[in-house]
């Protein structure tokens, strides 16, 4: 079980729809993430909160909107995938180090198939 | 730009033989942290080297941070099938952002 719980943890939507991701910590990390994994890939960077502001977008298509609540959850909001939008998407979270790099704690992820 | 190079990318063993991952970069990084990644999961951190020349042991798993902070390695001893998995270096970028860089990750398979 991870501190780091997203869901669902599997969705399947065609190109039009609208969807959410959600993802919730209450480890009290002010940093938050959402990133893309394709297969056998490293994590790929999309946006990171910083006391609940958008501090990086890693310029991703419009057609992913993130959005900060509060300080425990974070969502991804959806709209007109493409099919190479498939992935596992993965939130995580750590303390605020200014740079130092805290270890992040990951949940285990959204598997998004489009069709 | 800060890259991670880890090699090998893939490694397929069996369960008793002994491996070794490595995380090199010309840049030199303040930390390096290693993860370990398994199917249908996310990361998990197995742990953070600060220190230049540090070794860190954690069970069969041996991690050390080269002495010029700009390489790791990972040692695993006497592999098991529980050890398969993604393994990722990361380390934080320059500038103060929460950002960290990844390496491409060692796909390890051990056969029973």
């Known amino acids: 079980d991870t501190e780091v719980t997203q869901t669902p943890k599997h969705l399947v939507m065609g190109m039009t729809n609208k969807k959410s991701l959600k993802c919730e910590q209450h480890?009290?990390?002010?940093?938050m993430y959402w990133y893309k994994q394709k297969a056998k890939k490293p994590p790929e960077l999309m946006f990171v909160?910083?006391?609940?502001?958008?501090?990086i977008n890693e310029s991703v298509p419009s057609r992913f909107s993130p959005e900060c609540p509060n300080s425990s959850l974070l969502n991804l909001h959806l709209h007109a995938l493409q099919p190479e939008d498939s992935a596992l998407y993965l939130c995580?979270?750590?303390?605020?180090?200014?740079?130092?790099?805290?270890?992040?704690?990951f949940g285990d992820g959204t598997r998004l198939s489009i069709l | 730009t800060q890259l991670l190079e880890q090699s090998p990318q893939f490694l397929s063993i069996q369960e008793g033989e002994n491996l070794t991952v490595y995380c090199n970069s010309s840049s030199v990084f303040s930390s390096l942290q290693w993860y370990r990644q398994e199917p249908g999961e996310g990361p998990v951190l197995l742990v953070t080297v600060v220190t230049g020349g540090e070794v860190k042991k954690l069970k069969r798993l041996t991690f050390q941070f080269g002495d010029a902070r700009k390489d790791s390695s990972l040692h695993i001893t006497a592999a098991q099938p529980g050890d398969t998995g993604l393994y990722l270096c990361?380390?934080?970028?320059?500038?103060?952002?929460?950002?960290?860089?990844f390496g491409k990750g060692m796909k390890l398979t051990v056969n029973p």
């Open positions: 990361a380390g934080p970028t320059q500038g103060g952002s929460e950002k960290l860089v």
């Open positions: 995580a979270s750590s303390l605020i180090s200014g740079g130092a790099g805290q270890p992040q704690h």
């Open positions: 480890m009290g990390h002010r940093a």
């Open positions: 909160y910083s006391y609940e502001k958008l501090s």
